[in-house]
DNA sequence: CTACAAAATTGTAATCGTTGTAAAAATGAT
DNA sequence: ATCATTTTTACAACGATTACAATTTTGTAG
């Protein structure tokens, strides 16, 4: 999963740093969607040195070379997800986790593309509510 | 538009205080979907004694009975929409605009509810990028 | 192997949107 | 008119994110 993690950054023209590899490692083998500080915390340990700007630098090249997605629907903290599929998010707001979501029609979000944009370089679909765990209680 | 900012308050079950009003007849008037430090800026002057807190109240209040959208696409602002109809955002990365988007089928988000919510209390679909505006230059 | 320039990492300070809180003001009911 | 409830307000505090400059690491040329 090391190797994986460095051929997917090399992959999108990404130099191969420890901590970069790091990162992108520990999305890879966590799809829970992380915070910066859920990361951070996570690779403290085997990384002494690292800085949390240095994982908040790293998360936003990884999303700008388009390696990883970045979620937005949290307002308390950004998420990320290593995987790129196409597919949704469910935010639940009792436990603020973040769910994978499949959808049945992949093409429909390209299908409806913005006609005043000159160029897309992102698309998110978010549900907000209540998970079944959060709901018995 | 005073008294359709006011009717729809009702309509939501919400009581009409002039902040609620003014706040509510500005998301109606105004289709540019604001930041919160846009409405205030914009009513301070007709109601001298206007505090932040109360934007920012009132507008989670309107969300959560229902009255409008939050859009959560910014990660630099929230932005608010007083048309609930359904319908996606484009936000420009370069002007930091948000645009309509109208899509083909409005089905479609219902139709891919997650099946791990227990209760599904908002849905969004997003687009980032460059407008045609900012594409230009 | 060595030296130098470029890239990456780090720690700290600062920014700024948002929330917490408690007091003041306005409202509605009795 | 009085009192409880709701709403608004001002200000302090919080916390995620960014800015910045120094330090370290890396890649390349001699």
Redesign the interface.
Known sequence: MQQAARERLVKFGIRPSVQRIAIMKYLLTHRTHPTVDEIYTALAPEIPTLSKTTVYNTLHLLYEHGAILLI????AN?HFDGYTHPH?H?L??KCTKV?D?????TA??D????S?????????????????????Q
Do not use: H, Q, W
């Open positions: 937005s629907i949290d307002p950004t949704a469910f639940c707001t769910y979501v499949e959808i049945d029609d429909f979000v299908r409806n593309k913005p005043m944009a000159a160029e897309i370089t992102d698309s998110e679909l978010y549900y907000v509510g209540v998970c079944r765990e959060c709901g018995k």
